[in-house]
């Protein structure tokens, strides 16, 4: 658990600081043209990682309830692993991250709408990446391209879902809650 907390602490603290040393450039000079001052920029900032930790809670609690399930589900942890494992594999095809939404066939982009992974991404490259007006060079294009657009045409994503996408995230952890309490209550693996 301590190994955990430091990793998970350091590492939220070595990605924030280059983050914020680029945009700190840029409220400097937007705050010398007046243009806002140093509480509404904190505030906005703070948003987005409200959103980070927000998806980041949800995430570790659904992955914490699937595991609880899974044992729920097998005569042990050795078959529960074993399952979980292959959801795994499904959950990381469908996650739209290797495979964007738009690129998925149709007949299997109703998976992509019930992988508890996609939801997680989607909602993290949204919140992080979906309202960068910053330009960026695509593999295959000659054109920059900004990267709100590219967020929004190459994964299909789109920053005003991000309410369905925080009430899916909760949805996943109760449910897997919910089946896991069902489960242990009605299922019995002992044998005597």
Partial sequence: MYAAV???GVNNCSTVQPLVAIE????????AAGMYSALPYAMAQAAKFFWFYFISLFSFLYFTYYGM????????????AIFASTFYSVFNLFSGFFIPKPRI???????YWICPLQWTVYGLIVTQYGDLEEQISVP????????KDYVKDHFGYHTDFMPVVAIVLVGFAVFFAFMFA???RKLNFQQR
């Fill in 69 to 80: 399930m899974t044992v729920s589900l097998s005569p042990n942890h050795q078959v529960a």
């Fill in 6 to 8: 430091l990793f998970v």
């Fill in 24 to 31: 700190r450039t840029v409220f400097y000079r937007e705050r």
């Fill in 105 to 111: 066939p149709k007949w299997w982009v109703w998976y």
């Fill in 140 to 147: 295959g294009s000659k054109d920059l391209v900004r990267t």
């Fill in 182 to 184: 069902y489960c242990i």
